[in-house]
């Protein structure tokens, strides 16, 4: 059964809404990979890359993902498009993490605070240049279109 996913804000406050005391479902590699749209093989390279683990294992050895771990995939999955590089991704998901730590200091999460930031200023970048290239190719397929209608006639 699906599960509402929480958002990037939920993320950063530790906010889930989740009962704390419900046992947190467990899915396969199969499963995350379908419900997130994402191969067996970049589940497993985020694995070896260090970004998202698994929370557990089961008897067998599969990797079984939480769905705080789907979350933090969707995070990965998102920043990707933008040109985030892996280390960035990184650094992005260990400033939320530390922001949701109730232990962090003051320093760790003004600094934490700042690479929010600082990611969301190359997502606003990433997105207007995507927006810029999709003009590029939508100008592109009328033009194509136009001198397919031209040979037509």
Do not use: N
């Amino acid at each position: 059964m699906e599960t509402p996913l929480t958002s990037l804000a939920q993320l950063a406050t530790g906010e889930s809404g989740d009962d704390a005391d419900a046992v947190e479902p467990r899915y396969q590699i199969g499963a995350v990979a379908e419900r997130t749209s994402l191969s067996h093989h970049t589940l497993r390279h985020w694995d070896e890359a260090g970004l998202v683990s698994p929370s557990g294992r089961s008897d067998g050895g599969f990797r079984l993902y939480s769905d705080a771990d789907i979350e933090r995939i969707l995070v990965i999955r998102r920043m990707k498009p933008l040109g985030f590089t892996l280390e960035q991704m990184q650094q992005l998901l260990d400033a939320i993490d530390t922001l949701r730590a109730p232990t962090s200091d003051a320093e760790a999460r003004a600094r934490s605070a700042a690479t929010l930031k600082a990611c969301a200023q190359q997502a606003h970048e990433s997105l207007e240049r995507i927006r810029r290239h999709l003009g590029y190719a939508e100008e592109f397929s009328d033009l194509i279109s136009g001198w397919i209608r031209a040979t037509d006639t």
